[in-house]
């Protein structure tokens, strides 16, 4: 990496390895900037990149794609294989952290950073949030001399601090916003309303929807309703004596047989094997 200068913050590149802490630690930093990479990449760690001026685009193996502008932040995953870059004949400016370590983890098992959601925008005023960034591994003249735990921390307060501006506040928005169309979703299992319908309810065009619960959600809609319909058949299972027919019929599947070919799709087994492993007063 050649050195670069941030809009916010000194001139030049700060990088460190430090010894990992038992919660990990923050193995690099600084400022550079991004004339676009040269191929698909997987860094093998977690990292996160703020973009302060610029723009260009984010894709990846798993299907996501993205648009960068100012104000994003672009997450990398370990085992993702990713590519982004500046607009053709332009670069962009960010400052980027690399880091490790089974709190991070713990952040990734809990969904609040997650590989289908890996750039977040809105992050602004870009010179305030660029000081922040900073703040993790602390001004250039202490580099080497703060604890990896004390990194560490203040990695996971900036990363609590992401995940709140990202909806506003606390989240709370993009909750209700996911809680009304599931209920929409599972209040609907004869799907006899189309996703089309059920953006427009929601004040959204259909791929706008899709995107936005997929994103909030981790599968898509039509996902989404098909592993509550099973779930409501498994129920049914197991309090009442209906007939696999039965529950076909009550649930909207236009034969026992489809029902039995998605029951295996969502659970791993036929409804046959799945009553088998319930209690015998349920058999």
Known sequence: MSKSKGSAGPEGLKFRHGRP????????????????????RDLGHHA????????????DEAGARHRIVPGCVVFSFPGL?????PAPGTEWTEFYLIFDGPVIELWESQGLIQRHQPVLGGLDPLEV?????????????????TPSLVEICRLQ????????????????????????AQALLESD????????????????????????????????????RAVRTIDRACELMQS???????????????????FSRRF??????????????????KR
Do not use: N
């Not at 996160?48 to 260009?56: K, M, S, T, V």
């Not at 309810?201 to 997929?214: I, M, V």
């Not at 295996?264 to 087994?269: D, F, L, N, S, V």
């Open 264 to 281: 295996r799709e969502i659970t791993g087994r036929s409804p046959t094997e799945f009553r088998s492993i319930l209690p015998p007063s």
């Open 48 to 59: 996160a990149a703020f973009i302060l001026e610029g723009r260009g685009s984010y894709e």
């Open 129 to 145: 949030w660029a000081r922040r960034f900073e703040s993790v591994p602390g001004p250039s003249g202490t580099l080497g001399t």
């Open 157 to 180: 307060a900036l990363l609590a601090e992401i995940v709140c501006h990202r909806s506003g506040t606390d989240g709370s928005g993009d909750e209700a916003w996911l809680d009304r």
């Open 240 to 258: 009442t004596d209906l007939l696999d027919k039965q529950i076909a019929e009550q649930l909207g599947f236009c034969d026992e047989y489809y």
């Open 81 to 85: 294989r990713h590519f982004y870059r």
């Open 21 to 40: 802490s038992a919660l990990g630690r923050v193995s690099a930093a600084g400022w550079m900037t991004h004339r676009g990479m040269s191929g698909w």
């Open 189 to 224: 299992r004869h799907r006899q309303t189309s996703v089309e319908q059920l953006a427009t309810l929601l004040g959204l065009a259909p791929h706008a929807f899709r995107r936005k619960f997929g994103q909030l959600a981790g599968m898509s809609p039509a996902r989404y």
